[in-house]
T-cell receptor, first 109, second 115 residues
Framework: RKEVEQDPGPFNVPEGATVAFNCTYS??????FFWYRQDCRKEPKLLMS???SGNEDGRFTAQLNRASQYISLLIRDSKLSDSATYLC??????????FGKGTMLLVSP | EADIYQTPRYLVIGTGKKITLECSQT?????MYWYQQDPGMELHLIHY???????EKGDLSSESTVSRIRTEHFPLTLESARPSHTSQYLC??????????????FGNGTRLTVT
């Protein structure tokens, strides 16, 4: 089992749609969780950290379920500019983060 | 925006050449990392450093080496490049210790092609 697994995608949605991504992790001792966004041929950029109580940043909501070891990202009112690959990132050691393969989102007019 | 810089942005070289990929950050971060990413694939950690004179190998076996003589500088060297080294190399840094408030900041990457 991979340490971090994500929905394979791609997700094709129209503008204005709500879309949710799931991610599961294997290390029950993991403490740090993030969602990153990566545009085509660009470096990953932090979208948001994920906190135990769940957190929201504008149209983006992140949830953490420690019992089931999964993380989710909800995007409301999708924009064309949201088209990107979304990476689930989990710490799997003292100093290192493990990246999921990513889920590609394509938002169409 | 994060202040972490990588050079060169693109590099095409022949097999057998020695190359060094540069990475510098101006944020005073102790931790620095090198990731390798093939198109459409996940990032794999190849080296990291806790601070000056500290280097560790990552999860992915790599024939590259790194050094950390100064806090701000973390170069990666390939002694003899091969076509299998063709990939994108991403440098990152973070504050210590790792936690919810200390994510990675990435440079814009070096896209290496070995012919």
């Amino acid at each position: 089992r991979k340490e971090v697994e994500q929905d394979p995608g791609p997700f094709n949605v129209p503008e204005g749609a709500t879309v949710a991504f799931n991610c599961t992790y294997s290390n029950s001792a993991s403490q740090s969780f993030f969602w990153y966004r990566q545009d085509c041929r660009k470096e990953p950029k932090l979208l948001m950290s994920v906190y135990s109580s769940g957190n929201e940043d504008g149209r983006f909501t992140a949830q953490l379920n420690r019992a089931s070891q999964y993380i989710s990202l909800l995007i409301r009112d999708s924009k064309l500019s949201d088209s990107a690959t979304y990476l689930c990132v989990v710490n799997t050691g003292y100093s290192t983060l493990t990246f999921g393969k990513g889920t590609m989102l394509l938002v169409s007019p | 925006e994060a202040d972490i810089y990588q050079t060169p942005r693109y590099l095409v070289i022949g097999t057998g050449k020695k190359i060094t990929l540069e990475c510098s950050q101006t944020m005073g971060h102790d931790k620095m990392y090198w990731y390798q990413q093939d198109p459409g694939m996940e990032l794999h950690l190849i080296h990291y450093s806790y601070g000056v004179n500290s280097t560790e190998k990552g999860d992915l076996s790599s024939e590259s080496t790194v050094s950390r003589i100064r806090t701000e500088h973390f170069p990666l060297t390939l002694e003899s490049a091969r076509p299998s080294h063709t990939s994108q190399y991403l440098c990152a840094s973070s504050e210590a210790p790792q936690g919810p408030n200390s994510p990675l900041h990435f440079g814009n990457g070096t896209r290496l092609t070995v012919t």
